[in-house]
């Protein structure tokens, strides 16, 4: 299974609820969910767990603004690369 169709069957299953709770709640569960698995990841534990809640609530955002997931990806780090402009630390 593609992204894309995770996309479309979530939209269809959670959409209308997702809705009614509007961008700043799906924000909220979120950034609560991120918390969650900064706490599995400190911990070892339960990291997939984490990582799926995590993602879910990423695609539910994106369905509430209609964005194409995949295509995004696709652009932003498989044809561009913004690594550039990544703070990272000197190796």
Known sequence: MELKDFQKIFR???YEIDSKSG????????FEEVGE????????EN???ELVDVLFMVISLANLF??????K????YLKGDPSNRWDLPEL
């Open 12 to 14: 269809e299953k959670y």
């Open 37 to 44: 698995l900064a706490e599995a990841v400190r911990k070892n």
């Open 47 to 49: 990291v997939e767990e």
């Open 73 to 76: 990806l696709v652009e932003k």
């Open 23 to 30: 961008p700043l709640f799906l924000l909220a569960v979120l």
């Open 66 to 71: 209609n964005v194409d997931l995949e295509k």
